[in-house]
Each structure stands twice: as structure tokens, then as C-alpha cells.
Nanobody
Framework: QVQFVESGGGLVQPGGTLRLSCAAS????????MGWYRQAPGKQRELVAAIANGGGTRYIDSVQGRFTISRDNAKKTVVLQMNSLKPEDTAVYYC??????????WGQGTQVTVSS
């Protein structure tokens, strides 16, 4: 079983930058695809970005060109670099396997608030 701990969130002004980090308690090299998800108040959790072991990535349209996902299996970490943040990026951000994220793998998430 793997547990994830997310960190790096905070309050930032529009146009600002944050770097989120996801630390795994177990090995993630056998998780083919890792994803960053977010959940805004009153909305369902959604996938934001995903990265395969081979390095292939995918992003939702609204963050394409602004966010960058990376992973380091040796360090058991997945990072989400977020640039040019917008108020609509405000949410709690989580990492987990993609697709079919196991319910018992979810961490507490990290709050990202974009506001002036």
C-alpha cells in the first residue's frame, strides 16, 4: 500500500507561481501513471495532469502551457510546477494513481488559493 503526502500549497496572487510536491511512502516505480488532481469547493475532483513512467504527460486544457508535471521514482516524488496561476486554479490539490485512483491512497491534499 502507498500513502501520498502533498505539500507546497499556499496563497498566491494571480500570475504567481507555486511548486507542489507529492511524497510517497512506498515505491511508485510500479505505478505506470501518476496524476495530480484538484477539487474546488462545490465541484467534483478532477485530473489536472498525469505522467507515465516513460515520461509522457497529459494536461487538461485549462492548465496546458502553465503547469508542468514531473516524477522522480528514485526519490518517490511527483512535482507539479504551476505558473501564471489564475483564481480558477483555487482548489485542494492531491496526487494519486491514474486512472482508477485507489481510495485508500488519497492524502490530505494541499490548499492552493489564488487571490489578490
Amino acid at each position: 500500500q502507498v500513502q501520498f503526502v502533498e505539500s507546497g500549497g499556499g496563497l498566491v496572487q494571480p500570475g504567481g507561481t507555486l511548486r507542489l510536491s507529492c511524497a510517497a511512502s512506498g515505491n511508485i516505480f510500479n505505478i505506470a501513471v501518476m496524476g495530480w488532481y484538484r477539487q474546488a469547493p462545490g465541484k467534483q475532483r478532477e485530473l489536472v495532469a498525469a505522467i507515465a513512467n516513460g515520461g509522457g504527460t497529459r494536461y487538461i486544457d485549462s492548465v496546458q502551457g502553465r503547469f508542468t508535471i514531473s516524477r522522480d521514482n528514485a526519490k518517490k516524488t511527483v512535482v507539479l510546477q504551476m505558473n501564471s496561476l489564475k483564481p480558477e486554479d483555487t482548489a485542494v490539490y492531491y496526487c494519486n494513481r491514474f486512472p482508477n485512483p485507489p481510495s485508500d491512497y488519497w492524502g490530505q491534499g494541499t490548499q492552493v488559493t489564488v487571490s489578490s
